[in-house]
């Protein structure tokens, strides 16, 4: 699963990565948990334009009868998109790319739980597969969710969970967000873990997993956690 991650960059510098227009500005965080806002890409049907749009962590379906059930929906595994009834009609018509600079992790080490960072030894974003959706809500607003697609972790990420983030190289965004045309099976298969030598990984503070902390230290590397060789790379920005 993927529970927390990160996005400091700024929009504008993210959404020429992205190749997007910026729809919303959002202020940079270290800490972004499920029921919170976040940027998406997306992209505008009639136009063909992607845009950058806030949109909150946690899917409700546009059939859902009320919008208790979000955050239990924060992911959606990659195994049972085209089966599952919360996924997919979105698989289908929904797609959207969700930019991190990283995410987070736990790792049981003897009794307790050591919480790791993870993002791209490039330093880049990464772009994560995920599903988008629109609820109206009581009063005729409408409320816009995402969930992250996750997938097998690669054999690196494996020694911290066995689930990792769906990160796309930007030679699949336009065939994930339909501007090109794709089968089901096709967009399955483009949801793999990326390669272990792409993904840096270091332990950092277990404060982590408090919602109200929320600053660049978190991705300090933790001085007192003693990791295996594999899981303790410099970060990379």
Not at 89 to 108: H, I, N, S, T
Not at 198 to 223: C, H, M, S, T, Y
Request: proline share 11%; with cysteine; glycine share 6%.
């Amino acid at each position: 699963m993927c529970g927390r991650y990160f996005l400091f960059r700024p929009p504008s510098e993210l959404a020429q990565y992205a190749e997007s227009a910026l729809a919303s500005n959002h202020p940079p965080s270290w800490n972004i948990a499920p029921t919170q806002e976040s940027l998406v890409v997306r992209r505008h049907p009639q136009s063909g334009e992607r845009h950058l749009d806030a949109l909150r962590w946690g899917l409700v379906p546009h059939w859902a009868k009320d919008a208790t059930g979000a955050a239990r929906l924060m992911n959606a595994r990659a195994d049972g998109l085209a089966e599952k009834p919360s996924f997919r009609e979105a698989f289908v018509k929904r797609r959207c790319l969700v930019p991190m600079d990283g995410f987070y992790e736990w790792r049981k080490d003897g009794d307790r739980k050591q919480a790791y960072a993870a993002a791209l030894t490039s330093g880049e974003p990464m772009l994560v597969a995920g599903l988008w959706e629109g609820w109206k809500q009581p009063d005729g607003s409408w409320l816009r969710t995402y969930t992250v697609i996750t997938t097998e972790s690669n054999p690196k990420q494996a020694l911290v969970h066995p689930r990792m983030p769906a990160i796309l190289p930007p030679m699949l965004w336009d065939a994930w967000l339909g501007a090109e045309e794709a089968t089901p099976d096709e967009l399955l298969a483009m949801l793999e873990p990326c390669l272990a030598e792409e993904l840096a990984i270091w332990p950092v503070d277990n404060r982590v997993g408090k919602f109200a902390e929320n600053d660049a230290g978190l991705l300090q590397r933790d001085p007192l956690a003693v990791p295996p060789p594999e899981l303790d790379d410099p970060p990379p920005f």
